[in-house]
Nanobody, 122 residues
Framework: VQLQASGGGLVQAGGSLRLSCAASGLTFSNYVMGWFRQAPGKERKFVAAITGNGLRTYYTDSVKGRATVSRENAKNAVYLQMNDLKPEDTAVYYC????????????????WGQGTQVTVSS
């Protein structure tokens, strides 16, 4: 399984970014896809997730109303649109895959991709 996140960058507070994750080596529609982030010196934390059929989404409280997770199963891709970015959103963002949401939240069991750096300046 390979997951490759992209789309990060440097943005001013209040700006937007759209992160993408390309997946291969798995039956994509069978997997819950998630986004996590890790700030320097801190633990990796959950940001958002979407079920395999795209019908259900989950968000951590700090991004609700500012983030939208979506997927295109035909392209084996998942996205995270982040708006009204804040300096505290600065982190390396990772995409992850697992067969169900509870397992996805057990980060030790996930498939992980390389992250993409998001830096928000104040």
């Amino acid at each position: 399984v390979q997951l490759q996140a992209s789309g990060g960058g440097l943005v001013q507070a209040g700006g937007s970014l759209r992160l993408s994750c390309a997946a291969s080596g798995l039956t994509f529609s069978n997997y819950v896809m998630g986004w996590f982030r890790q700030a320097p010196g801190k633990e990796r934390k959950f940001v958002a997730a979407i079920t395999g059929n795209g019908l259900r989404t989950y968000y951590t409280d700090s991004v609700k109303g500012r983030a939208t997770v979506s997927r295109e199963n035909a392209k084996n891709a998942v996205y995270l649109q982040m708006n009204d970015l804040k300096p505290e959103d600065t982190a390396v963002y990772y995409c992850a895959a697992d067969l169900n949401y509870p397992s996805l939240m057990n980060i030790a069991s996930n498939y992980w991709g390389q992250g993409t750096q998001v830096t928000v300046s104040s």
